[in-house]
């Protein structure tokens, strides 16, 4: 049974430009939460996605947006890239009822 | 605001001795609280949920303390193995309904053997 599934594992952008993450969640969950994670602090929360529907967001500005297509796959946009935008970007899956997160293995965002 | 804080230093044990991990919060009234292991460029994997009205949670050597009075929660792996050693998060629901986890800052924790 796969886990959740992220793509790709590691990008780098130019300031400025536009990047796009994908995320396929673990089987038979249908709600997909993406979070950023500097390096040495916590993940903090992005956006929540069920019903393909942005359900909860956290402090994160408009140039962060994303999406959740009827097979519960997800996606991650940022435009006007920052370079404080550098980060490992996760994506998690639940389920209702739900009892934790199953996270991916992130993808690794570099600006420069 | 709602705050989590966990001990930044790495801890740094034995082989065998139990490892203690402690996360406070405040402003919080959470209804549960949860523990994940995060290892270097992977994502935190679940370990354990514990709820408002549970005291203590064990899982094979792990065990979990709730102490909603002292708005504390306490970790323990006891016979800690190198394996063991990674980065321990605490995650909790913020105060309004929706199931999203806040985390904290995590503390890493190395067992020497």
């Known amino acids: 049974d796969a886990g959740v599934t992220q793509s790709p594992t590691h990008l780098i952008k130019t300031r400025g430009q536009q990047v796009t993450l994908r995320c396929s969640p673990k089987s038979g969950h249908d709600t997909v939460s993406w979070y950023q994670q500097a390096l040495g602090q916590g993940p903090q929360f992005i956006f929540q996605?069920?019903?393909?529907?942005?359900?909860q967001r956290g402090n994160f500005p408009d140039r962060f947006s994303g999406h959740q297509f009827p097979n519960y796959s997800s996606e991650l946009n940022v435009n006007a890239l920052l370079l404080g935008d550098s980060a490992l970007y996760l994506c998690?899956?639940?389920?209702?009822?739900?009892?934790?997160?199953?996270f991916g293995s992130g993808t690794r965002l570099t600006v420069v | 605001s709602q705050k989590i804080e966990q001990n930044s230093e790495a801890l740094n044990i034995q082989e065998g001795k139990t490892a203690t991990l402690t996360c406070n919060y405040t402003n919080y009234s959470p209804a549960y609280l949860q523990w994940y292991r995060q290892d270097p460029g992977r994502g935190p994997v679940f370990l354990l949920l514990i709820r408002e009205n549970e005291k203590e949670k064990r899982k094979e050597r792990l065990k979990v303390t709730f102490d909603t009075t002292l708005k504390q929660s306490l970790f323990h792996i006891t016979a800690s193995q190198p394996a063991d050693s990674a980065t321990y998060l605490c995650a909790l629901p913020p105060g309004n309904a929706g199931n999203m986890l806040t985390f904290g800052g995590g503390t890493r924790l190395m067992v020497k053997p």
């Open positions: 998690a899956s639940s389920e209702q009822g739900f009892r934790g997160y199953t």
């Open positions: 996605y069920y019903e393909e529907e942005e359900r």
